[in-house]
């Protein structure tokens, strides 16, 4: 019997969770309805091979965003990607908006985290203030997608100041190897 190669070793980083509005879908695309549910909306170039990319290498996928829920069904669903995530926290049905707490462990605890390993996981987002500070403040790995213009660009403390930054979606995986060590040469 021929061996099928070396074994795929587990990814360091366990989850990768991310935001929406202008970290995976341009907020300025969306169409809404008259609930401000949005019906369908433009992903930002490079979104789709992104996810696809990252589920092929077995990281597990979260969304941690504020808003409505249909609204991530409907987009998610208009472009085939609402199967890659194993996890939602939506501000909406939790009652509360990041950067609390309850947004980003509901997700993890979801995925089966268990704090002491909240630093193998990251969170991209567009939002210093919602998304870096949250996660900064929960112990995971921030990632700071800076694509739009409509938010601050400048950290208000060093709560808000991310770990890295990237410009758009592909300059994730860029990140994730660089976390991930020498172990991921060639697991891809």
Wanted: some cysteine.
């Amino acid at each position: 019997a021929q061996l099928a190669g070396p074994p795929r070793m587990p990814p360091r980083i366990l989850a990768v969770c991310f935001d929406f509005g202008d970290t995976l879908v341009d907020e300025n695309s969306e169409v809404k309805d008259a609930t401000l549910t949005s019906l369908r909306g433009e992903l930002i170039p490079g979104t789709a091979e992104l996810l696809r990319s990252l589920r092929s290498r077995a990281y597990r996928l979260a969304l941690v965003a504020d808003g409505r829920p249909g609204t991530y069904t409907n987009v998610l669903q208009q472009h085939g990607l609402y199967e890659m995530f194993e996890a939602f926290a939506i501000s909406e049905l939790l009652g509360t908006l990041k950067p609390d707490r309850r947004m980003f462990t509901h997700a993890l605890q979801a995925l089966a985290i268990e704090p002491p390993d909240y630093p193998r996981t990251v969170m991209v987002g567009n939002r210093l203030e919602r998304d870096v500070k949250g996660a900064n403040e929960l112990g995971m790995i921030s990632v700071w997608m800076d694509w739009s213009p409509r938010y601050a660009k400048s950290p208000s403390d060093a709560s808000e100041r991310p770990q890295f930054t990237i410009h758009r979606p592909l300059d994730l995986l860029g990140v994730l190897e660089e976390l991930e060590g020498p172990a991921s040469a060639g697991t891809a």
